[in-house]
């Protein structure tokens, strides 16, 4: 069965109707499609998959949850002692792609990886949900685990452990951000004719090109 995936219309800062800094600054149009995102998307705008690779060169990839943005790049967290951590720490690059079925739409980016601030890290952390902090402090993650019920009872030994009193961030688990060299958009077209633009690291700025579907 065929398909006619029609956008509702392209949003590359082409039209006289639309703000002009979206035609030369991939930070602005990223902010606008993920603000869409988060009104249409059903759950998790900013889940994107993360592509890694260690010494061996053999590509890896999972879900992910993009938690900062800024001109700077893309951040995400996670245990450096997880599979990811270690591929980062053999390889720091990396790439990732968010696809938003609602709007199809999805946007590409790769670039060298370095961790963020123990500040940065804090401040998140700290606004993650109590259980979800214990968590980071119980999870081995990427071992190999008996059984779920180890999983639980570390969680609560710990929970036991910290009472009411505050949960410092583990030094084994901080933040990356990505510092993209190239960020492309791609929108459905209808018939397979899709839409893509992409923007390549020059320097302070960017280069700006259309590529065929």
């Known amino acids: ?3 006619d995936y029609s956008p509702d219309g392209l949003t590359f800062g082409e039209s006289d109707a639309e703000d002009f800094t979206l035609r030369d600054d991939p930070w602005a149009l990223f902010s606008q499609w993920m603000s869409q995102a988060e009104r249409s998307e059903p759950e998790d705008a900013n889940a994107m998959a993360l592509a890694t690779a ?3 060169g053999l590509p890896d990839v999972r879900m ?3 938690k900062g943005v800024d001109p700077r790049g893309f951040v995400f967290y996670t245990n450096v002692e997880s599979a990811k951590g270690g591929e980062l720490g053999e390889n720091p690059q990396a790439a990732i792609v968010l696809h938003w079925k609602s709007l199809r739409r999805q946007v590409r980016a790769r670039g060298p990886v370095g961790p963020v601030s123990a500040e940065e890290a804090d401040a998140y952390f700290a606004s993650r949900a109590r259980v979800s902090r214990i968590g980071a ?6 071992r190999p685990l008996p059984d779920r019920a180890t999983l639980e009872a570390e969680v609560e030994a710990l929970s036991a452990r910290f009472g ?3 949960i410092p961030r583990p030094a084994n ?9 190239a960020i492309e958009f791609w929108e459905n077209g209808p018939f397979r004719l899709h839409d893509r633009v ?3 690291r020059a320097g302070d700025g960017w280069e700006r090109a259309r590529l065929y579907p």
């Open 198 to 200: 992409r923007f390549t």
């Open 173 to 181: 688990w901080t933040g990356f951000r990505i510092a993209p060299v």
């Open 64 to 66: 992910v949850l993009l």
């Open 54 to 56: 260690g010494t061996d």
């Open 137 to 142: 402090h119980a999870s081995r993650q990427s």
């Open 1 to 3: 069965m065929s398909h």
């Open 164 to 166: 009411e009193g505050p």
